[in-house]
């Protein structure tokens, strides 16, 4: 009998340490593993509540280590302006982040959440970062070498703030400047955005060689998971509507819209955001023909997708009517993560209904989770969650700012140059006793910036660190050289003033997405004015800071030099930089220079195009000293 007691007790103390060592030990915690045997492994151990809570991303604002852990959420985002205080340093970035990590780990599988937000042109929510030219000026560049390393310099300054995702490049072909994201655009050519897509490997690093097409990849902790956006066709809506309607057929939107998502799949993008906008009236979000069938099944994406801010409540009209219908839609179309950044209870609650009720099968509840975790296991999250301080120190860097300023030499377009090649006004010299600097962009780190800066639409104003072109100027001329600034001045005082010449810098005040849509493109007053009466008096240069081309035509015979600055971020330096002839310039255009609006719109290789200046179009200067 005691034999048998003690054999009972054996069993009993080997069925408790093997239940012990199977909680320490678990395939999905040992990264010696295969990533694919980690995942079978933990999607094995998960309930449908958890792997529910993994395809939801939710808004900072209500985000708290308690909800984190409460509801397993997969994924938090910063939506723009949603930072942890006005003007927060990296270290407050990074607590922030971190306090909802550790709600995370301590969820009863320990499922490492990401942290996403809109690092558009740098890392635009964060005070004091380094804020390159938006998209549209870095296509001028045509050097996807540089698109590589600001992406590269993107990267260590989000993850400064202890963030490992971020949801760029935009990809967008935009089609029509009356668009209010065409800055967000590298170009109208579909090749010129396919090879800024340099982004990508800026951001993420290099794939290894051999690396299997479709595959995620995120190279360590100094590099983030990337996002290509917005699948697909979102820059080809009628007139330009933000979330609208491209009417166009297959062929059209293979040969435009898609070659940009086949490069980025094999440079190993992460995530893809779906559009808001449909195709043939058909919304992306339920476009199961193109986000299963295409991307994942023919493209052979790996990574996951995941759906626009709200975007599953705006496949109805009004938003967010019969909200469980438009889940089930989304889900079933083949989106993984949904951002829901405000009503995630909602939507939890509507999922596993229909689950329940077999309106979604578990095959693709699991697919999304695989998708996700798969992301998650190749970035390294689940071996460091958590992030430290020691990466701070690349926020704003000098090297970056360097960098910066680079680009924006780069993606500086001379339109004019004088009356003629041998009449040029530029370089201008450095050397003179007055020089006049007019206009309301001269002097406006915010309106240099534009859009998603330090907020969603961007503001006016000195925002954050940088430097103004006016202050570039001033940097740049010899110190007798004396520089007035004026707005808008009138034409008494341009006559009683003897300049020798004048720089203008106007453009379009910042805007975000539909807020940008303009039907008529033109400057904003008092732009014409200043241009009109600065230019009748004095040899001007018209510096334009604008997200697109913009109806500049009836003055161009009244202009002496005219430069397209785009959108050129904080290092205002790179303009007085190529101004001045320090450096040449050397952008091209990256969209086509429209005459009138009724042409619009008008594109490379269309049959009637008759354009102001055409699509690649850009004067070349020498520099005056060698660099």
């Not at 917005?230 to 040969?255: C, P």
Request: aromatic fraction near 8%.
């Amino acid at each position: 009998m005691a034999d048998i007691q003690a054999l009972l007790i054996g069993i009993v103390v080997f069925c408790c340490w093997a239940a012990m060592a199977d909680v320490e030990y678990a395939i999905y915690k040992d990264p010696e593993k295969p990533i694919n045997h980690r995942i079978k492994d933990l999607l094995n151990r998960m309930t449908l509540e958890e792997k529910i809570g993994q395809m939801v991303q939710i808004d900072q604002s209500r985000a708290s280590a308690e909800v984190m852990k409460n509801y397993y959420i997969g994924s938090i985002l910063s939506g723009p302006g949603h930072v942890p205080a006005e003007k927060a340093s990296p270290e407050m970035w990074v607590d922030m982040v971190n306090d909802f990590q550790k709600g995370s780990l301590s969820s009863r599988l320990g499922i490492p959440m990401i942290y996403g937000i809109d690092a558009l042109h740098g890392h635009n929510n964060v005070y004091k970062a380094t804020l390159f030219p938006h998209n549209i000026g870095l296509g001028a560049t045509r050097d996807p070498e540089l698109i590589k390393k600001v992406g590269a310099a993107t990267a260590l300054e989000v993850r400064a703030t202890g963030i490992p995702y971020t949801f760029a490049p935009c990809i967008a072909v935009c089609r029509d400047p009356r668009w209010g994201r065409c800055y967000e655009s590298y170009s109208e050519d579909p090749k010129v955005v396919q090879a800024m897509t340099e982004m990508i490997p800026g951001l993420q690093g290099d794939l290894p060689a051999n690396y299997m097409k479709g595959v995620p990849y995120v190279a360590g902790k100094q590099k983030v998971a990337a996002c290509a956006k917005h699948f697909v066709g979102d820059g080809g809506t009628t007139k330009g509507i933000d979330e609208n309607n491209t009417v166009i057929n297959r062929h059209e939107l293979l040969s435009i819209h898609m070659p940009a998502y086949d490069t980025s799949i094999i440079k190993g993008v992460s995530t893809i955001m779906v559009s808001y906008s449909s195709w043939n009236s058909i919304k992306m979000h339920t476009n199961r023909d193109l986000v299963t069938g295409f991307l994942k099944d023919k493209m052979r994406f790996r990574g996951f997708v995941i759906s626009d801010w709200e975007g599953l409540d705006r496949i109805t009209s009004p938003p967010h009517k019969n909200y469980t219908h438009s889940v089930q839609e989304g889900v079933n179309a083949g989106i993984d993560m949904i951002m829901v950044p405000l009503e995630y209870k909602e939507f939890i609650s509507d999922l596993t209904f229909l689950v329940k009720n077999n309106s979604i099968p578990m095959s693709r509840i699991d697919d999304a989770v695989k998708r996700i975790l798969r992301v998650k296991f190749m970035m390294g999250l689940f071996e460091n969650p958590l992030a430290d301080y020691s990466m701070t120190k690349y926020l704003g860097s000098q090297e970056h700012r360097e960098l910066a300023r680079e680009a924006v030499r780069k993606s500086l377009v001379l339109l004019k140059n004088g009356e003629s090649a041998d009449k040029p006004l530029i370089p201008l010299p450095k050397k003179e006793s007055k020089i006049l600097v007019a206009g309301s962009h001269a002097d406006n780190i915010g309106y240099q910036c534009g859009g998603w800066t330090m907020g969603w639409q961007g503001k006016s104003g000195n925002i954050t660190q940088g430097t103004t072109i006016l202050e570039a100027i001033r940097n740049t001329v010899d110190p007798k050289t004396v520089v007035t600034f004026r707005k808008n001045p009138d034409a008494e005082y341009l006559k009683s003033n003897n300049f020798s010449y004048a720089i203008v810098v106007v453009g379009e005040p910042p805007y975000a997405e539909w807020h940008g849509d303009n039907l008529n493109l033109t400057l904003p007053d008092p732009a014409p004015t200043v241009i009109t009466n600065v230019c009748a008096s004095v040899k001007c240069v018209v510096v334009l800071i604008t997200g697109r081309p913009v109806v500049i035509q009836p003055y161009v015979d009244q202009i002496d030099a005219l430069v397209a600055a785009w959108l050129p971020g904080t290092e205002g330096q790179g303009v007085a930089d190529v101004l001045f002839g320090d450096y040449g310039f050397s952008g091209k255009l990256p969209r086509t220079w429209f005459k009138t609006v009724d042409q619009l719109p008008m594109n490379v290789g269309d049959k009637n195009y008759d354009p102001l200046y055409p699509f690649d179009y850009g004067l070349a200067t020498e520099p005056t000293k060698a660099k």
